[in-house]
């Protein structure tokens, strides 16, 4: 509702791709169906390659999918969350995490730098909103997310508290 009516129906049609392109990743990493941990780790992870400029390697999902949920499991403002609240948070960091990526996958095809600047400064953001944390020091492994000196935030990898499962900000 909050885009131009004019718009809508093919803003709808996108969103739908995404989340289908994003079933996708689930069946590829063995994420669990409307996983909200899976979708934030995706988000994560395509949201860092957009702002570091530097692929990751895709196997690094799962386990940051695991580190998540182990921390949303104790978050208390998660269990609070109704199931709705949660899948919506799910499809919004599924699509946004889908549309970073296809967005830079056609940026590799089709160089535009305005549209590199803006991918870049929009996963920083994305990513310093979810996490509070500095993305520069963000570091990815087969054990998840680490991070490699404080950012001036609390996030889930310096053991502070989980996301709320609330996506950042709806694409634009």
Not at 150 to 172: E, F, H, M, N, R
């Given at each position: 509702?909050?885009?131009?009516?004019?718009?809508?129906?093919?803003?709808?049609?996108?969103f739908?791709?995404?989340?289908?392109l994003?079933?996708?990743v689930?069946?590829?990493?063995?994420l669990?169906?409307?996983?909200?941990a899976?979708?934030?780790?995706?988000?994560?992870l395509?949201?860092h390659?957009?702002?570091?400029g530097?692929?990751?390697?895709?196997?690094?999902?799962?386990?940051?999918?695991?580190?998540?949920?182990?921390?949303?499991?104790?978050?208390?403002?998660?269990?609070?969350?109704?199931?709705?609240?949660?899948?919506?948070a799910?499809?919004?960091?599924?699509?946004?995490?889908?549309?970073?990526?296809a967005?830079?996958l056609?940026?590799?095809?089709?160089?535009?730098?305005?549209?590199?600047?803006?991918?870049?400064?929009?996963?920083?953001?994305?990513?310093?909103?979810?996490?509070?944390i500095?993305?520069?020091?963000?570091?990815?492994?087969?054990?998840?997310?680490?991070?490699?000196?404080?950012?001036?935030?609390?996030?889930?990898?310096?053991?502070?508290?989980?996301?709320?499962?609330?996506?950042?900000?709806?694409p634009?």
């Amino acid at each position: 509702s909050t885009y131009p009516a004019a718009k809508r129906q093919e803003v709808t049609n996108v969103f739908r791709e995404m989340l289908a392109l994003y079933g996708r990743v689930e069946q590829q990493y063995g994420l669990p169906k409307n996983d909200l941990a899976g979708a934030m780790a995706m988000f994560i992870l395509t949201n860092h390659i957009a702002y570091g400029g530097v692929d990751q390697p895709p196997e690094v999902i799962a386990p940051l999918a695991a580190q998540l949920r182990s921390a949303m499991a104790s978050n208390p403002q998660i269990a609070e969350t109704s199931d709705r609240e949660k899948q919506e948070a799910f499809e919004q960091f599924a699509i946004i995490g889908m549309f970073t990526e296809a967005t830079r996958l056609a940026l590799q095809q089709q160089p535009n730098p305005t549209i590199s600047a803006n991918l870049k400064t929009a996963g920083g953001d994305y990513l310093q909103t979810l996490l509070k944390i500095d993305p520069a020091t963000m570091r990815f492994s087969k054990n998840g997310l680490s991070v490699t000196s404080t950012g001036g935030g609390v996030g889930i990898a310096q053991g502070g508290s989980a996301p709320t499962g609330k996506a950042a900000a709806k694409p634009s």
